[in-house]
Structure formats: C-alpha cells, structure tokens
C-alpha cells in the first residue's frame, strides 16, 4: 500500500510555471506506475501524464505535450509534474494516482487503473 500527498499548487499567471510534486509512503514507491490527472470545477476528470515505475516511459495528454514534463525520483519517493506555459484551461485540482506496476514498461492512462490517490493540489491560472 501507498499513500500520496502532492504539494507545489498555487496561483499563477498564464504563461507561467508550477512545478508539482507526489510524495510517496513506504519503500516500494518503485513497483508503482504513477499518474498525473486534473478535475477542472464542473468537469469529468482529466488524464494529463503518466511515468513508468523506472521511469523510462512517459505517456501525456495531447492538451500537455510540450508543456508539462513528469519524472520521478524513486530515491526521495517522490514524483513530479513540471508544467511551463500555464492557460487558464490548466485550471484545476490536480492529482497524482499510483497502480502497482505489472513491468517496468508498464503505463496507463486509466484512471479506473489506479488504486491510490492523493488528496489533490489547486493549481489556478489566471489571464
């Protein structure tokens, strides 16, 4: 079992950077794939990236592709969510999510798949 807790939200103004992180309990942070989603107010929730449990593969939504980059760093527990060029459609509460991992390719961007989420960081950019 994992717990999550991301941190790194806050407010920005468009064109700006955040750079969120999903810090892990336990020592098998390592056997998880882990996976970035959003919920905007009013809206279904979103899948934004996803990182292998090594991190050697990464899987983005097309809304995010070159904008936001996801890494991991097994050692600290912890994954991140580096986003550059804020809108304000990048509003929302964002949430990391980690399922345990079937091999070290392995990625999903359901979100029916993950098992554990944190509680989530408000990320709002204004115009």
């Known amino acids: 079992q994992v717990q999550l807790v991301e941190s790194g939200g806050g407010l920005v103004q468009a064109g700006g950077s955040l750079r969120l992180s999903c810090a892990a309990s336990?020592?098998?942070?390592?056997?998880?794939?882990t996976g970035w989603f959003r919920r905007a107010s009013g809206k279904e929730p979103q899948f934004v990236a996803a990182?292998?449990?090594?991190?050697?593969?990464?899987n983005y939504a097309d809304s995010v592709k070159g904008r936001f980059t996801v890494s991991r760093d097994n050692a600290k527990n912890t994954a991140y969510l580096q986003m550059i060029r804020l809108t304000p459609e990048d509003t929302a509460v964002y949430y990391c999510?980690?399922?345990?991992?079937?091999?070290?390719?392995?990625?999903?961007?359901?979100?029916?798949?993950?098992?554990?989420w944190g509680q989530g960081t408000q990320v709002t950019v204004s115009s």
């Open positions: 999510a980690a399922d345990r991992a079937i091999h070290n390719d392995y990625v999903t961007l359901m979100l029916n798949d993950y098992d554990y």
């Open positions: 336990g020592r098998t942070f390592g056997s998880y794939v």
């Open positions: 990182i292998s449990r090594n991190g050697g593969r990464t």
